[in-house]
């Protein structure tokens, strides 16, 4: 019905067209449309952009897009200085509001309405599992769960748990160095010593598994996550302009995240059944051992529905490990690999920190918090390589569950002027 229509109307423009006698009207129709298409936009942008906080102007259809010259959460800091703290910019269909002071930030994050998720195609990929891009009630029940699991294993400052994870992670690094120096000169490729060591140190964590850089299987599945980065920055741009979505480079992106997606729930899956069949409640090893144990705990209670928000607890457990793993994994493994490249480049800062562990913590054992007092430039080295090449400079997207544009304009004038 839908074709036909669109076909009667083709043949009608053609008629228009052909009789000369209405070609008048036509182009008094067509000037008509674009008028009232023209004003109709106006009116809608002006609507929407009179509360809002003042912003870069851009263009037609794909906004400040086109715009953008660098890096973008470069571009996000210049517009900072120019139009300050909170302001608004529009990215093809989409409007953002960003904020780029910590205390505006920590203001808004006070609030329910700043904790949602945006509404994409990742977003739906992930149908609302695990914890960094999860949001409301199972955001906060898993950050709690988390936090708990977490401080048990380790995660804290004082106590037993703390010596427990210094051990994972000196075994580890331990590792890397002996087959370092088993290299002697010959040049190595320093990303994967350094990813097999930091995931392992997670690895042991989630799952009390751990792998040597050069195993095939961890290979494939760093490669796949990876591979996932790439493709993600291939389908970004169809976010903030759908069209785009209807090119084959982008079906094909998304088919094999996709696909991708499913290979690497099936390794977790393959992890979280091994656990199930080895679990003892009595010796908890790890996080996916305190999540199946929570989950047979809600079944005796008779709480299964309200666990996860209803969610499947097997594709929970997926998800968090992927989380964890992609979150822990890719952000210590970059910012050493940044250390690396600084310390290369100015060789006078690695000699001071050199000389620095060498008299504090000697050649004859492994560094420990305790000594971290004692090492105040090896510590500022280590804060400027973080400053400098932020693992992650803009965070997780966050979008409001109303409309915010007044608060917004008050939080600007609260700390601005």
């Not at 989380?323 to 690396?340: C, H, I, N």
Request: hydrophobic share 40%; aromatic share 12%; glycine share 6%.
């Amino acid at each position: 019905m839908i074709v036909w229509s669109l076909g009667r109307l083709a043949t009608w423009m053609l008629h228009l067209i052909i009789d000369t006698s209405c070609s008048e009207s036509l182009w008094t129709t067509l000037l008509f449309v674009v008028v009232a298409w023209l004003a109709s936009y106006l009116w809608r942008w002006w609507r929407t952009s009179r509360n809002l906080p003042p912003g870069p102007y851009g263009y037609p259809i794909v906004g400040y897009l086109m715009r953008i010259k660098r890096e973008f959460h470069e571009e996000l800091t210049a517009l900072s200085r120019k139009f300050g703290s909170v302001f608004s910019v529009r990215l093809g269909s989409e409007l953002i509001v960003v904020l780029s002071d910590h205390k505006i930030i920590r203001e808004a994050f006070r609030r329910e309405e700043f904790a949602c998720r945006p509404d994409n195609d990742f977003m739906k990929l992930l149908d609302g599992y695990g914890i960094i891009n999860t949001e409301g009630k199972m955001w906060k029940e898993q950050r709690r769960f988390l936090h708990e699991r977490l401080r048990h294993f380790g995660m804290k400052h004082m106590g037993d748990g703390r010596e427990k994870m210094e051990n994972r992670i000196m075994i580890e690094v331990y590792q890397m160095i002996t087959e370092l120096a088993d290299k002697k000169s010959a040049p190595v490729e320093l990303g994967s010593y350094l990813s097999s060591a930091v995931s392992n140190v997670i690895c042991s964590l989630l799952m009390s598994v751990r792998f040597r850089h050069d195993d095939p299987k961890f290979i494939r599945f760093t490669n796949l996550i990876d591979d996932g980065f790439k493709l993600f920055t291939v389908t970004a741009a169809a976010g903030f302009i759908p069209i785009l979505k209807l090119l084959p480079a982008f079906n094909y992106a998304f088919n094999k995240i996709r696909q991708n997606f499913g290979e690497i729930s099936n390794f977790y899956q393959e992890i979280v059944d091994d656990h199930k069949r080895s679990f003892d409640a009595n010796n908890i090893r790890d996080i996916i051992d305190g999540y199946i144990l929570e989950i047979q705990n809600a079944k005796e209670e008779g709480r299964s529905e309200q666990l996860f928000n209803g969610k499947n607890g097997d594709r929970q457990m997926q998800q968090i490990i992927g989380d964890m793993f992609s979150a822990g994994t890719e952000t210590v493994k970059t910012t050493l690999q940044w250390a690396t490249v600084f310390a290369l480049r100015e060789p006078h800062m690695q000699a001071r920190v050199q000389e620095e562990l060498d008299r504090v913590v000697t050649r004859f054992r492994m560094p420990m918090l305790d000594d971290l007092p004692n090492l105040p430039y090896t510590e500022a080295f280590m804060l400027e390589v973080m400053r400098r090449a932020t693992a992650v400079p803009l965070g997780t997207t966050h979008s409001t569950s109303r409309s915010v544009s007044g608060f917004c304009l008050k939080l600007r004038a609260k700390f601005e002027f």
